[in-house]
């Protein structure tokens, strides 16, 4: 059983930054790929950036060159550096657990925490 706790959140003018920590207990957090997801008010959970056990990462369209998504081992914690902020990157924002093939797909996912807003204003 892997628990996950985000932090980092927060309300930011558009252009800004925030840098997301997810802080993991419960397995051996260097072999697991882990994934940022968010959710706005109304819309379905999306992925936002993974990242492999190797550290290889993935980002959706819409992040990229943007965000970072990096974790340090030693502090069992994955991190999403968050820049150039748009309002429509307002949301709550989740770390998971990869236990499946695709890094897009939230099904693939289990363990998650219990989400961070952001908010991002014009």
């Known amino acids: 059983q892997v628990q996950l706790v985000e932090s980092g959140g927060g309300l930011v003018q558009a252009g800004g930054s925030l840098r997301l920590s997810c802080a993991a207990s419960?397995?051996?957090?260097?072999?697991?790929?882990m994934g940022w997801f968010r959710q706005a008010p109304g819309k379905e959970r999306e992925v936002v950036a993974a990242?492999?056990?190797?550290?290889?990462?993935h980002y959706t369209d819409s992040v990229k060159g943007r965000f970072t998504i990096s974790r340090d081992n030693a502090k069992n914690t994955v991190y999403l550096q968050m820049n150039s902020l748009k309002p429509e990157d307002t949301a709550v924002y989740y770390c998971a657990v990869k236990t499946g093939s695709r890094w897009d797909k939230s099904y693939e996912y289990d363990y998650w925490g219990q989400g961070t807003q952001v908010t991002v204003s014009s």
């Open positions: 419960g397995g051996t957090f260097s072999m697991l790929d």
């Open positions: 990242i492999a056990w190797s550290g290889f990462p």
